[in-house]
């Protein structure tokens, strides 16, 4: 890289950290690096400054300085990138609008005639997306069952482009094999793309770049900013080359993060480790007590999970979204409503907890039809687990599952 480019377009550094100027370098664990942010600023302000400007002045009409326009380049932007690509192993992260930005950023990389292979259950927002390319843009999308390798190495052909992976998958909680999944990509279509949406596990629980793929893509509204107070989503990638090509897209299209949202996602993530390890807790105790009461529960923390050992060979913990199934659309409705503590409401990852039935929320834009045909069940509420006390989560469930006529038995603690 030249030293006439300026920072502002390098690729973050993952180099360790220097917590003392001029102190040895060194790497630290990852939940004390998401802590630890290196900060340029001239009165070394512990939070890192929020840059609210559109515009930087030059220094004359032909000298340019390292910033001009925030659309290109903010600096609260790239402490917010540099700090993410330390703790997502990548070379390079940009930092953009939301996770579906960042999925178009990444859809842009293909053309008229290319083939895409992505799963049969996946975020539906993703959906519409890919729905929309293979409508519009002359792609053409195969939805396939990514826990099956063979399912996706079937379809591998010269013209394959991307393959697109969740795992776990949103909403129906299945994994995929990455690393051999990668690997056989790599094999037979070398030019193909592998991106990989982490946003169900964010990188304290899985880092799919240590697997190979060249893009790891998440929605940062959900684990990695925890609040629900913003819309983000970042790209993270180990090739310089595909940086440049995603970056122009960022710079072209303009979904580069804002200022606000960059200090806000950078002031989040820096509790995710925590946040994380108690919701995940949590979500096991819920899992534990929904299989108990003989609902089919799909969470990769139980042993039952028919992905258990996947799972656990490439993931550090299960995450805190899990969904299950009550044999009818008309109870699960009645289970949702009759939640207290659990908002209805769209999304996760957040301090709060939150029910949901995804056929009528999340995943409502996926045709019926296609939801039928890819075995989305109708009746799937979706449980996004936060952080409050384990037993009022449980006992808000077991009132609504009473209340809702799903268990037979006494009310839990519903005062
Ligand atoms: C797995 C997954 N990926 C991507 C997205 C898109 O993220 P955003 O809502 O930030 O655009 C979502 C949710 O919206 C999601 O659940
Ligand atoms: N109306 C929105 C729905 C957003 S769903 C958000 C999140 N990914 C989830 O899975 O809950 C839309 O149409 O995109």
Redesign the pocket.
Known sequence: MSSSVPSSLLPPSPAPSTPRPGGAQRRYKLETEIVYTESPDQYRSSSVPIYQTATFKQASGSEMGEYDYTRSGNPTRTQLERHLAKIMNATRVLAVAS??SAMDVIARLLRPGDEVIAGDDL???TN?LLKYLSTNGGITVHHVDTTNVSAVTEKLTEKTAMVLLESPT??LIKICDIPTITRLVKDVAPGAIVAVDN?MLSPIAQNPLDFGVDIVYE?A??FLSGHHDLMAGVIAVNDENLAEKLFFTVNATGCGLAPFDCWLLLRGVKTLAIRFEKAQNNAQVVAEFLEGCGFKVRYPGLESHPQYDLHWSMARGAGAVLSFETGSVETSERIVENARLWGIS???GCVNSLI?M?CK?????IDPKVRAERALPEDLI?L?VGIEDASDLVDDLKQALFLAGAVKGEPAESS
């Open positions: 996770g579906m975020y539906g927002g519409r949103n909403p946003t929605s509204t959900k769209v999304s996760f949901s995804p929320m999340s995943h409502a834009s979706r996004c």
